[in-house]
Structures are given as C-alpha cells and as structure tokens.
C-alpha cells in the first residue's frame, strides 16, 4: 500500500499563490506518476494537473493552465502543486494521487493511490 498525505491548504485571498504538498510513504513503486484533482462541493472530482516519473512530461486542464505548476522531488517522494493568481472559483478540496506507471493521465479512474484532501479557500 502507499499512502499520500496532502498539505499546504488554507485561506488566500484572490490574486495570491499557494503551494500544495503530497507525500508518499509505504510500499512505493519503482517508478509512479502523480496527479492532481480538485473536487467543488456537490460535484465530482475534475483533473487540475498530471506529471510523469521522470517530471518531464506535466499536463494540466484548461482552467489552471498558465496558473498552476506541477513538480516533484524524487528523492523525498513528494509531488507539489504551486497555485498563483489564485481566483475563488478555484476553492474545493485538492487530492492528491498516484497511479502504478511511468505516465500521467487525466482519467480519475486510473489512479491506485489516494491522499485525504486538503480544502483550499480563495476569498476576500
């Protein structure tokens, strides 16, 4: 099992930037790529951003693109989210997770490995 533990949520006002952590422990694959999503209250839960295992190759939905910044560190198995210019539609609770393959995907489905969400809340 891998566990995925997120951090970093809080309050910020509109135009402010906020980092996101995900860290993974247990049972870690060779090589995993990381996602993450985002869910709005009575909604489903929509893709923010993706990254491969080497952090090459990151993919993001059309609404964060130019906004948000995926990364990870390897050596310390974590993934972060840098959010700038942050608007409050972008409040929802952000999940971090993993999936047992070299690439990312957008597709919530096809991820193993699950954090417990983090709330983020943009307002004045």
């Known amino acids: 099992q891998v566990q995925l533990v997120e951090s970093g949520g809080g309050l910020v006002q509109p135009g402010d930037s906020l980092r996101l952590s995900c860290a993974a422990s247990?049972?870690?694959?060779?090589?995993?790529?990381m996602a993450w999503f985002r869910q709005f209250p009575g909604k489903e839960r929509d893709f923010v951003a993706s990254?491969?295992?080497?952090?090459?190759?990151?993919y993001y939905a059309t609404s964060v693109k130019g906004r948000f910044t995926v990364s990870r560190d390897n050596a310390k198995n974590t993934v972060y989210l840098l959010m700038s210019s942050l608007k409050p539609e972008d409040t929802a609770v952000y999940y971090c997770?993993?999936?047992?393959?070299?690439?990312?995907?957008?597709?919530?489905?096809?991820?193993?490995?699950w954090g417990q969400g983090t709330q983020v809340t943009v307002s004045s």
């Open positions: 247990g049972h870690i694959p060779e090589r995993y790529a």
């Open positions: 997770a993993a999936r047992t393959t070299w690439r990312g995907s957008e597709r919530i489905n096809e991820y193993d490995y």
């Open positions: 990254i491969n295992w080497s952090g090459i190759n990151t």
